[in-house]
């Protein structure tokens, strides 16, 4: 191998190192928080990405359309990212993740391009906003929501009463059912209030319809 050709690609290999760093940066934020992905993911997709831009730029002639190898990274971590994002007890899990993934990405693929700046950058501006957003203010975080199941005594208005104590408009699950010639509701409802066990002991203290109430973990 000719001295210059050799010189040329060890340039790139400073270009891969980069992108390993970055990527080990972003991973080892998520890591702290105990997510899904962390650093081997980050790394290895940071490096991936940043080798594929390489290829595209440097290994085929200069006819050839490196922006189409590109484009298929992006496609490509984005089936990754999908992999991640699990729809689970109302809620959605890994969609922070998946974006993160392909974010990394990008990285890697602005080391490839030798836009050094552009990728230390964006790898400062991906932790600081992650930073941000974990903070405890209500404005950055969507509401939880628990799922409760009562039993109750229906006499006149007292699923209005239930709905009205937890602060809902509809009941997810209801079963109707007569026993000894009461009807006995059994019901599931989502509510974004959490009530502590002592709460729920007052509310059937106070509530001589109310028979039970059970809290489902959200898993």
């Known amino acids: 191998m000719p001295w210059d050709e050799f010189v040329f690609e060890s340039r790139m290999l400073l270009d891969l190192l980069l992108s390993v760093a970055l990527g080990f ?34 290994a085929f002639n200069s006819d050839a359309d490196s922006a189409r190898v590109a484009a298929q990274i992006v496609a490509g971590v984005g089936f990754l990212g999908a992999g991640m994002i699990v729809y689970k007890k109302h809620e959605v899990h890994g969609l922070t993740t998946a974006a993160g993934i392909w974010a990394t990405a990008g990285v890697g693929m602005a080391c490839g391009g030798r836009l050094y700046v552009v990728a230390v950058g964006a790898t400062a501006i991906l932790i600081a906003a992650q930073c941000l957003f974990h903070l405890k203010f209500r404005i950055f975080h969507s509401k939880r929501y628990y799922s409760v199941k009562i039993e109750f005594i229906q006499t006149q208005d007292e699923n209005l009463k239930i709905k009205e104590i937890f602060g809902v408009d509809r009941f997810n699950e209801l079963v109707i059912k007569r026993e ?8 599931t409802l989502n509510t974004d209030k959490e009530f502590s066990s002592s709460r729920i002991n007052q509310i059937i203290a106070e509530n001589d319809y109310i028979l039970s109430i059970e809290r489902v973990e959200n898993n």
């Open 25 to 58: 940066v972003i991973g080892f934020e998520r890591k702290m928080r105990f997510k899904e992905a962390g650093i081997r993911t980050h790394t290895i997709v940071c490096v991936g990405s940043a080798l594929m831009m390489v290829i595209s730029k440097y």
């Open 180 to 187: 000894n010639g009461k009807l006995l509701y059994s019901a």
